[in-house]
């Protein structure tokens, strides 16, 4: 399983980006999936998920209401678009699939910098 992740960039704050994570090597409809971020010195943080067939999203407290993540089957590929973005929102953005709680698989991250 490969998960690639893309669309990050610098952007200012109350901008919008939105990212993509295309997977390949798996059976992506089956199988929920997430969006993590790391600032430096911060925690890894949960940001958003999603099941496997899109009926249910979950958002983390600090994007509700400025993140949707939704997903397309057909491409293989989950989204997060980001709006009223501000500089706490700086991080390197992670893709998880969710196969079980003991499997699982990243993304390689990419990088959005809001800059004040």
């Known amino acids: 399983v490969k998960l690639l992740e893309s669309g990050g960039g610098l952007v200012q704050a109350g901008g919008s980006l939105k990212l993509s994570c295309a997977q390949s090597?798996?059976?992506?409809?089956?199988?929920?999936m997430g969006w993590f971020r790391q600032a430096p010195g911060k925690e890894h943080e949960f940001v958003a998920a999603i099941s496997y067939s899109g009926n249910h999203t979950y958002y983390s407290d600090s994007v509700k209401g400025r993140f949707t993540i939704s997903r397309d089957n057909a491409k293989n590929t989950v989204y997060l678009e980001m709006n009223s973005l501000s500089p706490e929102d700086t991080a390197v953005y992670y893709c998880?699939?969710?196969?079980?709680?003991?499997?699982?698989?990243w993304g390689q991250g990419t990088q959005v910098t809001v800059s004040s």
């Open positions: 998880k699939m969710v196969v079980t709680t003991a499997e699982y698989y």
């Open positions: 090597g798996g059976t992506f409809s089956s199988y929920a």
